[in-house]
């Protein structure tokens, strides 16, 4: 499969633990994104990386969460302390390079805490 | 900041009518127009998209949308649906000022009746 490869697909946390969500992009995309879509709304930009490198974080919560690219291996959304607004489904999106190459999606992570 | 606008939350339409979602962004700068697509439980797929040149973009199923700069739109038609159509519907807005983040309307749920 060389599309976005997210894991897992559903993520069951309680109130307190931490969330790890990997996105490996599709090969030969080094650009990554990560949304939100809470329900029955549209999704909502969360961070854009480059390898090793945080290029946008505007749309990220102030606390308890953090992303990362590294060199080698997937991309990481992590939430720590999850409350129960965080239930969302989170997507993540990869493109080769700028603005005018289309993001594509993976299937995203379903987050539920209870 | 760029905004979107999907006018109609759900719309319905019986299997072989014509359909046309609304779009209407916002941006003091010119802008990349996308449709997305989503399908239950999946991520969005890339229906279509306007980065310059005609106004009017197709995709391969049948849809089209036209960039209407003077109403700030682009709106989705389809001159005949299929119940296969039946999906949740996303606009989302680029723009070419190095903001890398897609922002996204709050979709429209289109669902084809027999």
């Known amino acids: 499969n060389a599309g976005v490869m997210q894991n897992p697909r559903h993520l069951v946390r309680r109130r307190g633990q931490e969330a790890r969500l990997r996105c490996s992009p599709m090969?030969?995309?080094?650009?990554v994104y990560w949304y939100r879509q809470l329900p029955e709304e549209g999704l909502k930009f969360m961070v854009y990386?480059?390898?090793?490198?945080?290029?946008?974080e505007s749309g990220m919560p102030k606390e308890r969460f953090s992303a990362e690219f590294p060199k080698e291996g997937p991309s990481i959304l992590r939430i720590q302390q999850v409350v129960r607004g965080d239930s969302a489904a989170y997507f993540c999106?990869?493109?080769?390079?700028?603005?005018?190459?289309?993001?594509?999606f993976g299937d995203g992570t379903r987050l539920s805490i209870l | 900041a760029q905004s979107v606008t999907q006018l109609d939350s759900q719309v319905p339409v019986f299997e072989e009518a014509p359909v046309e979602l609304r779009c209407n962004y916002s941006s003091s700068v010119s802008v990349y127009l996308f449709w997305y697509v989503q399908y239950p439980n999946q991520g969005l797929q890339l229906l279509l998209k306007y980065l310059s040149g005609s106004t009017l973009v197709k995709s391969i199923n049948g849809f089209e949308a036209e960039f209407n700069k003077s109403q700030t739109s682009f709106h989705l038609r389809k001159p005949s649906v299929h119940i296969s159509d039946t999906a949740e519907y996303f606009c989302a807005v680029n723009t070419n000022q190095g903001a890398q983040k897609l922002v996204f309307g709050q979709g429209t749920r289109l669902t084809i009746n027999p």
């Open positions: 990386l480059q390898k090793e490198n945080i290029i946008d």
């Open positions: 999106a990869s493109s080769p390079t700028g603005a005018t190459q289309p993001q594509h």
């Open positions: 090969k030969g995309h080094s650009h």
